[in-house]
């Protein structure tokens, strides 16, 4: 059964008062090439009283905090000039309505019923939506509930920066005269390392990667937890476990040879090391890249705990690594990233705050993120589903060819 929405009205929210007109300088990790793209995502909440309106108004008070989000991204992504050209023209936003409930599309647990186009803001003519810091729309169920449609490029906020703009909205769509936490621009405070003469220009292929979701158990998580600190002594935490079970699964279902090189790569925040930021406000991108590499044969014939602790050693040279890069000591640029079939990229969004957003009606029972391109393996972490415990394994990672064998992998957890 096929179910419609009808985007009612759209249009740019602006600042609800005067905002500064300037431009914003970008940290180096704000201009990193590679984050000038859109992260989509769905926000399922099952209550709510005339949430359009009352998030549309949210917004247009919390712009005044935020007024960079209002903004538009001006330069050239190849040289990495770019900054934000402060404005207040404002956030496309879209007010849409669905004629069903969300008992009808199943709380758009996978798979969606509805399309995620007909869900998400769509720009109007002549917009550039690499140019729009976000775009936001909010669509309305006869039952009451509703789904807030939250497309975001990457090179304003990273994912816990983008968490924190939404609880300013929710804050002031709750009442509050202002967000709980006070926004911190502090771009300046980034390490701003000498640059490399510049190689040759990222190649990004295109790959025919399968959609595929696994819900892992926590009891079997817990199991690979106690016999990772029985082996080694160690604690080991759900993100290392589900990754490393994920980037096995994927390397043994494709087959490389066994001398291969494969990498499974992630993005940490590193807020903890730069003592210089505040405790909290900065929503600014504040990341490194870990990598862990190995060859196909070692992460194939591997225990599960042996490919955890891979991942631990590799989690463990974060703090080093990264004072390093902050002063320039370093042969290759961390944030270059080269993408091929060899190489898995992981996304964690269990704990970026999304979950606990509150506009007034309770809590998101649900997030579907969907950041999946056609160049890049991709792997998401994120709650299942509300009243659904353990982590749900989102994945964009293997061909056609692969599928079969990789779905069987990830259902033999040991």
């Known amino acids: 059964m096929g179910f419609s929405v009808n985007r009612i009205t759209q249009s740019l929210v602006r600042p609800a008062e005067p905002t500064p007109i300037v431009s914003e300088s970008l940290s180096v990790i704000d201009r990193v090439p590679g984050l000038r793209h859109t992260v989509r995502s769905l926000h399922v909440f099952e209550h709510g009283k005339e949430p359009a309106s009352v998030i549309r108004s949210a917004l247009s008070k919390a712009l005044v905090w935020y007024y960079p989000f209002a903004g538009r991204f001006v330069g050239s992504v190849p040289d990495g000039?770019?900054?934000?050209?402060?404005?207040?023209?404002?956030?496309?936003?879209?007010?849409?309505?669905?004629?069903?409930?969300?008992?009808?599309?199943?709380?758009?647990?996978?798979?969606?019923?509805?399309?995620?186009?007909?869900?998400?803001?769509?720009?109007?003519?002549?917009?550039?939506?690499?140019?729009?810091?976000?775009?936001?729309?909010?669509?309305?169920?006869?039952?009451?509930?509703?789904?807030?449609?939250?497309?975001?490029?990457?090179?304003?906020?990273?994912?816990?920066?983008?968490?924190?703009?939404?609880?300013?909205?929710?804050?002031?769509?709750?009442?509050?005269?202002?967000?709980?936490?006070?926004?911190?621009?502090?771009?300046?405070?980034?390490?701003?390392?000498?640059?490399?003469?510049?190689?040759?220009?990222?190649?990004?292929?295109?790959?025919?990667?399968?959609?595929?979701?696994?819900?892992?158990?926590?009891?079997?998580?817990?199991?690979?937890?106690?016999?990772?600190?029985?082996?080694?002594?160690?604690?080991?935490?759900?993100?290392?476990?589900?990754?490393?079970?994920?980037?096995?699964?994927?390397?043994?279902?494709?087959?490389?040879?066994?001398?291969?090189?494969?990498?499974?790569?992630?993005?940490?925040?590193?807020?903890?090391?730069?003592?210089?930021?505040?405790?909290?406000?900065?929503?600014?991108?504040?990341?490194?890249?870990?990598?862990?590499?190995?060859?196909?044969?070692?992460?194939?014939?591997?225990?599960?705990?042996?490919?955890?602790?891979?991942?631990?050693?590799a989690k463990a040279k974060l703090p080093g690594d990264f004072a390093k890069w902050a002063v320039g000591d370093f042969n290759k640029d961390p944030y270059e990233l080269t993408f091929d079939y060899s190489s898995l990229f992981v996304s964690d969004w269990t704990r970026l705050g999304f979950l606990e957003v509150d506009y007034g009606w309770g809590p998101p029972s649900h997030v579907v993120p969907f950041q999946y391109v056609h160049f890049m393996a991709v792997a998401i972490l994120a709650p299942p589903p509300a009243p659904k415990k353990g982590t749900r394994i989102m994945t964009q990672c293997v061909e056609k060819e692969h599928l079969s064998t990789f779905k069987d992998e990830m259902k033999s957890f040991f």
């Open 81 to 313: 000039d770019v900054h934000v050209a402060c404005t207040g023209e404002g956030v496309w936003f879209v007010k849409a309505e669905a004629g069903c409930t969300l008992e009808d599309v199943n709380k758009l647990d996978h798979p969606l019923v509805v399309s995620e186009d007909e869900l998400l803001p769509q720009p109007g003519p002549n917009m550039d939506p690499l140019a729009m810091p976000a775009m936001m729309q909010v669509t309305e169920f006869t039952c009451g509930g509703f789904v807030i449609g939250l497309i975001a490029v990457h090179t304003l906020a990273d994912g816990l920066g983008a968490a924190q703009f939404l609880h300013a909205i929710a804050d002031l769509a709750r009442g509050l005269p202002e967000p709980i936490v006070k926004p911190v621009w502090g771009r300046e405070l980034i390490p701003n390392p000498p640059k490399l003469p510049p190689g040759p220009p990222p190649v990004f292929p295109s790959f025919s990667l399968q959609q595929h979701i696994s819900d892992v158990d926590s009891t079997d998580v817990a199991r690979v937890k106690a016999q990772y600190l029985e082996s080694t002594g160690h604690y080991c935490s759900t993100f290392d476990v589900c990754i490393a079970k994920t980037w096995q699964a994927r390397t043994r279902s494709i087959g490389l040879h066994p001398e291969k090189p494969v990498h499974v790569c992630f993005f940490a925040s590193t807020r903890h090391l730069l003592p210089v930021l505040p405790k909290e406000g900065f929503y600014g991108n504040c990341f490194y890249t870990v990598t862990a590499t190995a060859t196909s044969g070692a992460v194939t014939s591997a225990k599960l705990i042996e490919v955890v602790k891979m991942i631990r050693d």
